[in-house]
């Protein structure tokens, strides 16, 4: 028998699967279960209904992402802390993509207020590592407005990557590039 949170895992893992590719219209708890090798009972023994479900999907998401991002981000050195929060970003969504795809819209606007506040609270962290930048080596803008430059711009490369849109030459190298450049220009 696999244990409680293994259990867990592998629904929302199936969850998330299932989002990313069928999306809300295709979502069904009974479609989980199956995708899971479990139960409706079990999915409904961890989650409260369909909206406890996608929303636990989003914030294990965030979980992750904001797991990998503070791995980074405590150096005595902020600039290698943001340039490491940002590829942290793009690693995340790799390793798991339908989380990511849930998480930042692929036609899902569906979760809860409260849910939402996760999401904030990477973005409010990733604004800290730009303050601490900020102290260290003055940007030419307010670290709100370089973090959010360096967010948008990482994750539509990440989108695009994701979505095998855009080219398909050293996607790394290139998200290195546009990292580097945008670093370079809010110090210039």
């Not at 606007?109 to 506040?117: G, H, I, Q, S």
């Not at 360096?150 to 990557?161: D, F, K, N, R, T």
């Amino acid at each position: 028998m696999s244990a409680p949170g293994d259990v867990r895992t592998a629904t929302l893992d199936a969850a998330a699967h299932l989002l990313a590719t069928e999306g809300p219209r295709g979502f069904t708890v009974r479609g989980v279960a199956a995708a899971a090798g479990g139960s409706t009972i079990a999915v409904y023994h961890y989650f409260s209904d369909k909206q406890g479900l996608i929303d636990a999907v989003y914030v294990e998401g965030h979980r992750r992402l904001r797991s990998a991002q503070e791995a980074q981000r405590f150096s005595d050195d902020p600039e290698r802390d943001v340039r490491a929060a940002c590829l942290a970003y793009r690693e995340i969504a790799l390793a798991y993509p339908d989380y990511f795809l849930v998480m930042f819209g692929h036609g899902l606007d569906r979760f809860t207020t409260d849910v939402r506040a996760t999401g904030r609270d990477n973005y409010g962290g990733f604004i800290e590592v730009m303050r601490r930048w900020n102290a260290r080596a003055p940007l030419r803008v307010d670290p709100e407005s370089a973090a959010y430059t360096l967010w948008s711009a990482g994750h539509g490369m990440v989108m695009l990557e994701l979505t095998d849109n855009g080219p398909h030459e050293d996607r790394s190298a290139q998200y290195d590039t546009l990292i580097d450049t945008l670093m370079r220009g809010l110090t210039a």
